[in-house]
């Protein structure tokens, strides 16, 4: 198993919030078969579906849920140490 990337959980995240790959495509700024790319390297790494694939877009599983939940709580530390760098340098 590999190692989850964080880049591919906030791919997964703006999935899950846009609801199809083509609008998370046009938010990050890729292609919509770059975020599959992404979403299944996540999946694999995890050994755990996120998304139910449907043609009209995709739904969280209980694990997409879980994951979604957890994510801006990351981003708030991410953001915390990112202020606190330029003062330790």
């Known amino acids: 198993m590999t190692q989850p990337s964080w880049d591919d959980f906030r791919i997964a995240y703006l999935l899950a919030k846009s609801g199809t790959l083509t609008k998370a ?3 990050l700024q890729m292609n919509h078969a770059t975020v599959l790319r992404h979403i299944n390297r996540l999946e ?3 050994d755990t579906k996120l998304f139910i694939r449907h043609q009209r877009g995709y739904q969280l599983t209980d694990a997409g849920e879980l994951m979604v939940k957890g994510i801006p ?3 708030k530390s991410l953001r915390v140490v990112m202020r606190k760098l330029p003062l330790i340098f």
């Open 44 to 46: 694999e790494a995890l």
């Open 25 to 27: 495509g046009k938010l």
């Open 73 to 75: 709580d990351i981003q």
